[in-house]
């Protein structure tokens, strides 16, 4: 199986800032969120008020669209915009655990099992309008998933996602049918466990607008959607319509009048009239915090520190504090694996598991919370998403804080203190290693620095080696020359959207990326994990699998998570449907928000 075309992998050192609610289902563990005084939490079910059209919200971005074409950028900037005026084809409802229509109105799974075929049959809904008037059709679907997401001289990295790796180990692809004007079916080559991930997505894109262009030529279609577009040229289908980008100053979005969705009602979503957002320049990071306090924006995003100053005026400023719970995302630590840029012994070290489980141990997860994030995270242990119906909650690091169990661990496979009071290995060599990142983050660093103390108690030397973003790339990806270093990813639900991290052929395999042939026994089990993985739908198996794959991988430790941060979001009263977790996007993406009858007149201007 390839990579998918909704996902996009990044390395980042920056917090994922969405996570959880509560869960209540008979696979896993029941997921809450820890209370915090003074905050407000999202009570499931979800429940929406019927609200009124009108009202402006005010936000702001800080990056930059380089281009408006969905097919030829793969940047968050970028879909700001095309995620906002283009709709997706299915939603995963974490909660339930289950895939569910969203431009598909109903769909069916057909499993030929004597021949290893699977069908995947969509009818797409009969009310949806692109922004010029012209009805979306199966039409639509056919010729986005053919010419421009499965063209692989267009789009390589849609095209790649359409495949499928066969027994043999060829690839072949998956092909699309339509079967009238409202539905169609996607033809598998073999049977997978998961086959909405492969044809999910984001950006389909109306084909009266986009055949003319890539007819002519390619390259005009991949220039196509510039920044310099008309607003009024991006013709879309979702829930907002671009009315002005000004580069450096502003984004505004209006209401789709013909948008599909509509209330319990009957009344057409969204409520808000525009969506009105500011440039805000990342290297400002407490311009947004100011704007917010003065009124000028909606809702802000708590780093830890921003809770001592909004808490205690919340009330009085008429904003509520909105506790979302654990990111999805986490930071953690991993050692380069890879032979071919670092020393025999170092090499050694790095691969010992037993080093791993020993670093592991000397990381005091709760002090770096207290101290540097005023106790808003949790310390992690775990390598699949609560969210997964496999995840197997006593699966995990079993290696928390605990430096005498270090240090016996240390001594057992051979690194002692010498007299000087370093860590050597048997041959003398100084168990000494530069902990890399690219960020700048003062408190990024300040966690760092309390896992480098106590590092040096045991008497291994480390620094922080801060580097610029392409270096750093460079450096994991290309040239191989480093030691350690610390990042975040964003856990995904389902394991195998995680090809290029868990495959040892992966190029975001980090600790060893793009493996001719698996390094090790336990790389080589996890590689057939992920095919069984992908290609098993039964039940009691894809159970067994998974726990297989949480056994490997907390044994082995090939990266070392640390915590996940909670989320908080500030929100004033105003707003109605602002129903908010790390897994529930605010007002359902801002379809259902409404600003409340009282102050409708005042947002108006």
């Known amino acids: ?8 992998i990044k390395i980042v050192i920056i917090f994922i800032l969405f996570s959880c609610g509560k869960l209540e289902e008979d696979t896993g563990e029941i997921i809450t969120i820890k209370d915090f005084p003074g905050t407000v939490k999202l009570q499931l079910p979800v429940k929406w ?17 380089k281009s408006f074409n969905p097919y030829t950028t793969f940047d968050d900037s970028d879909i700001l915009v095309t995620g906002t005026i283009l709709d997706y084809l299915f939603e995963y409802d974490h ?15 057909t499993i030929d099992t004597e021949n290893d075929k699977m069908e995947l049959i969509c009818e797409l809904r009969d009310d949806v309008y692109w922004t010029d008037g012209i009805q979306m059709t199966t039409d639509d679907i056919i010729y986005w998933y053919d010419e421009l997401e499965g063209d692989p001289d267009f789009n390589p990295k849609g095209a790649d996602g359409q495949m499928v790796t066969m ?34 997505a984001f950006n389909i894109t109306p084909k009266h607008i986009w055949e003319p262009v890539k007819s002519r030529s390619l390259e005009e279609a991949k220039d196509f959607w510039g920044i310099d577009t008309p607003p009024e040229e991006l013709i879309g289908n979702g829930p907002f319509i671009l009315e002005e980008f000004k580069a450096g100053e502003r984004l505004i979005f209006k209401r789709n009048p013909n948008y599909w969705k509509k209330d319990e009602k009957g009344n057409r979503l969204p409520y808000i009239e525009k969506n009105i957002n500011i440039f805000i320049p990342p290297q400002n990071p407490t311009a947004s915090l100011l704007k917010f306090q003065q009124g000028e924006l909606e809702s802000y995003g708590l780093r830890g520190k921003d809770m001592a100053t909004l808490l205690p005026e919340a009330e009085d400023k008429g904003y509520d504090i909105w506790n979302g719970g654990p990111a999805t995302g986490y930071p953690f630590i991993t050692f380069n694996q890879n032979p071919q840029e670092i020393p025999e012994w170092k090499n050694k070290i790095y691969k010992n598991k037993k080093f791993r489980h020993a670093i592991s141990c000397l990381i005091d997860r709760k002090t770096i919370i207290n101290q540097t994030i005023n106790g808003f995270a949790e310390p992690y242990f775990h390598f699949v998403s609560e969210y997964n119906k496999y995840y197997n909650p006593n699966y995990a690091n079993p290696y928390s804080y605990n430096p005498e169990q270090a240090i016996e661990i240390l001594n057992d496979i051979g690194l002692t203190k010498n007299e000087n009071g370093f860590l050597t290995d048997q041959d003398g060599n100084k168990v000494k290693f ?22 040096e108690k045991v008497g291994i030397q480390s620094t922080i080696e801060v580097v610029d973003i392409n270096l750093y790339i460079q450096k994991v990806l290309t040239t191989f020359d480093w030691d350690c270093t610390l990042y975040v990813f964003n856990n995904p639900v389902f394991t195998e959207q995680w090809y290029n991290v868990w495959k040892s052929t992966g190029n975001l395999h980090i600790w060893y990326p793009f493996q001719e042939t698996p390094a090790t ?18 039940e009691d198996e894809v159970k067994r699998l998974y726990d297989e794959f949480q056994q490997i991988m907390l044994d082995q430790l090939p990266f070392i998570p640390i915590f996940r941060k909670y989320q908080f979001t500030a929100v004033y009263k105003k707003w109605g449907n602002f129903n908010w977790d790390t897994i529930h996007s605010a007002g359902d993406d801002s379809r259902r928000l409404y600003i409340k009858k009282e102050f409708l007149d005042q947002s108006s201007h």
């Open 1 to 8: 199986m390839k990579n998918f075309s909704f996902l996009f």
């Open 49 to 65: 008020d019927i609200g009124e059209t009108g009202g402006i919200w005010r936000g702001y971005f800080s990056s930059e669209p």
């Open 95 to 109: 909660i339930k655990r289950e895939w569910s229509g969203n431009l598909i109105k109903a769909y069916e799974v």
């Open 167 to 200: 027994d043999d180990g060829t690839e072949k692809r998956i092909t699309v049918e339509k079967i009238n004007q409202y539905k169609y079916k996607y033809i598998f080559p073999r049977i997978v466990a998961n086959p909405i991930i492969n044809i999910n």
């Open 434 to 455: 530069n902990i890399m990142v690219y960020s700048e983050d003062k408190v990024l660093h300040d966690y760092i620095n309390i896992i480098i103390s106590d590092l």
């Open 521 to 538: 026994d336990w790389e080589a089990r996890i590689d057939e994990l992920y095919e069984e993985l992908v290609f098993t739908y039964e």
